[in-house]
């Protein structure tokens, strides 16, 4: 977007060295995809191999694959000796399969370094932003499509799913690369030269649905699912479906993906059907599980937040997307968008991820506005830039309080980059109307980076009474004795199964006192609150044991500090 000489002259050397990448990035495919991997890089990497195990479902995961890895049973899934059938094994292999990868190249204590679990969710996020990119290419030309996805790489929810150990980031992966492939069918069955899809398009689709229904069951065909009935049902045609070979296709799918469904239904039978479909998903629908219940409307509340920053777009590129609703490509993105935002916001039980997998449909449809220089200037939508600058200030504040409150860490280190990100976005914010959206973005999304930096690398890792499971385990890993074993009572997080070993008994204070009284190198985590039940038990049976250090925490699941004593048996074996 071309401005004045008096404004260029304005504009901070900051400012213009931001800019003056993205120009130089968008002369080509391979200059987008190195500047784009850099920036997921950055965005990223931070704090992957730095923040500890995080309760509860990362640690979940782990631990789940890491008995996998022990057992060498890669059909079951299991978390100690409950079965763990909410989500089918697609992560449980990708997470074996780099962490038996560092195994065999002698990383040291692989299995309990929650980095490696984190990877396939690190490949997925970046995954997912170059086929982004990709994606937006059959809509805008590259200038646009590098916009849209640096708008899924600065994203606030993208960036927290890349550096956690689940399935959320490896499905939005799984979920652009089927929209993509089905977005080329669908467009050039609108073509008046209209070709078949070749065969490696239809590959992609295909074998993307079967790896998301691995990862994550019957999700991305719902929204695969509705975005093709959808534009079938607008068009009063489905025959441009046929172009994706559906029977030889549909064969295909099946062979990925029936193997593993037929081995645990001949080892369990219908058991995990019923708890991943019955209880899991469907559940969901009508009654909030785990405490996550809301109404409808919530996701449009979050989506200024999860976002973030290409969510203050939106609204300027709303009048302009209506505008152009009848339009093929709209009606593409439009019907993979609405319908599915519909579902998620009908399902009672909430969580801010689920609606993730339609990010990618909603950075495109904003990098065309963009592109057409349509957006709204309205002042009121125009305003709502400023919190390109003020999100970065409101964030560092309550970083630095939270660090201050839980670790008395004044955090410094993480204060240049703080201060970077407020002066990124106030350059994003101020020159706005001056310097256009593509340019502004630039510099909101190196605020994003910043703020990724400073609070993934430094704050986040610095809050160590938020991860008490890691001082439990030095305890096991400093004993004199051999093969330690643990029992805990009142703190009964999967990271500390994860750090201290599958065998970590969770008990009462009763249980406890029994478990020390068997002698050996035994250890009893006992929380404060049961600490008197736990020493009356001890004293009725006769106990002898050692008091060690106590752990003060705070327990980030349930939300308030605790503290956890450590009682040693002086028990002979």
């Known amino acids: 977007m071309s401005t004045t000489s008096s404004t260029a002259s304005r504009s901070p050397w900051l400012a213009k ?8 990035a968008a002369v080509s495919n391979h200059r987008a995809a190195v500047a784009l991997l850099l920036v997921c890089l950055l965005g990223f990497l931070p704090g992957i191999f730095q923040i500890p195990p995080v309760d509860r479902d990362e640690a979940y995961f782990a631990q789940a694959t890491k008995q996998m890895i022990e057992t060498g049973d890669y059909v079951d899934i299991r978390y100690q000796d409950d079965v ?26 692989a299995r309990t370094t929650i980095w490696l679990y984190r990877m396939p969710s690190l490949f997925g996020a970046i995954g997912a932003v170059l086929l982004t990119y990709w994606c937006a290419l059959a809509f805008v030309s590259r200038r646009g499509a590098l916009l849209a996805a640096l708008m899924m790489a600065s994203c606030t929810m993208l960036g927290a799913e890349a550096r956690l150990a689940k399935t959320d980031a490896v499905l939005l992966f799984t979920v652009v690369a089927a ?104 559940a969901k629908v009508a009654s909030p599980q785990e405490t996550h219940g809301a109404p409808p409307g919530l996701y449009v509340l979050l989506f200024f937040a999860t976002f973030f920053p290409a969510s203050m777009l939106a609204g300027l590129a709303a009048p302009a997307v209506w505008a152009v609703r009848r339009q093929a490509a709209a009606r593409f993105l439009l019907a993979w968008l609405v319908p599915s935002w519909i579902m998620f916001e009908l399902v009672v039980t909430k969580l801010p991820h689920y609606v993730m997998p339609l990010f990618p449909a909603i950075a495109i449809l904003i990098a065309g506005a963009i592109e057409s220089k349509v957006l709204s200037r309205r002042p ?23 660090a201050i409150v839980i670790s008395r860490d ?17 350059f994003a914010w101020q020159l706005f109307d001056d310097d256009g959206a593509e340019h502004a973005f630039v510099r909101a999304t190196a605020a994003s980076v910043l703020m990724a930096i400073s609070i993934y690398a430094v ?25 330690p074993v643990a029992a805990s009572v009142g703190y009964e997080e999967p990271s500390l199964v994860f750090l201290t070993g599958t065998t970590t008994h969770f008990t009462d204070a009763a249980g406890a006192a029994d478990f020390l009284r068997q002698g ?54």
């Not at 009121?380 to 630095?400: D, E, M, N, Q, Y």
């Not at 986040?460 to 890993?477: D, M, N, W």
């Not at 929380?527 to 980030?556: C, M, Q, T, W």
């Open 17 to 24: 060295d931001f800019t003056s990448v993205f120009d130089y």
């Open 84 to 109: 763990r059938y909410r989500k089918p094994v697609g992560i449980y292999w990708l997470q074996a399969g780099v962490v038996n990868t560092a195994t065999a190249l002698g990383l040291a204590n």
């Open 179 to 282: 929209m993509s492939a089905l977005a080329r069918v669908y467009l050039a069955s609108r073509a008046t030269d209209e070709a078949r899809p070749g065969l490696t398009l239809l590959a992609i689709f295909w074998t993307a649905l079967a790896g998301g229904i691995l990862i994550k069951g019957p999700l991305i065909l719902m929204i695969v699912g509705l975005a093709a009935a959808t534009l079938s049902i607008i068009d009063c045609s489905a025959r441009w479906l046929l172009a994706l070979r559906p029977i030889p296709g549909l064969m295909w799918l099946f062979l990925l993906v029936l193997p593993w469904f037929i081995a645990i239904y001949a080892r369990v039978g219908s058991q995990f059907l019923v708890a991943s479909v019955g209880e899991d998903m469907l």
């Open 380 to 402: 009121w939508l125009v305003r709502g830039t400023i919190w390109w600058f003020l999100a970065p200030v409101i964030v560092s504040i309550i970083a630095i309080i939270a």
């Open 410 to 426: 004044l955090v410094l280190v993480a204060w240049p980059f703080l201060a970077g990100a407020v002066v990124c976005g106030l």
């Open 459 to 483: 704050v986040v890792p610095a809050l160590t009474p938020a991860f008490p499971s890691v001082a439990l385990a030095e305890v096991l890993h400093d004993a004199s004795c051999p093969h």
């Open 520 to 573: 050996g190198c035994r250890f009893a985590f006992i929380e404060s609150r049961k600490e008197r039940a736990f020493a009356l038990r001890a004293e009725a049976i006769g106990l002898r044991y050692n008091a060690g250090p106590s752990v003060e925490a705070f327990n980030i699941s349930i939300g308030h500090p605790i503290t956890i004593a450590v009682f040693q048996s002086a028990e002979s074996p």
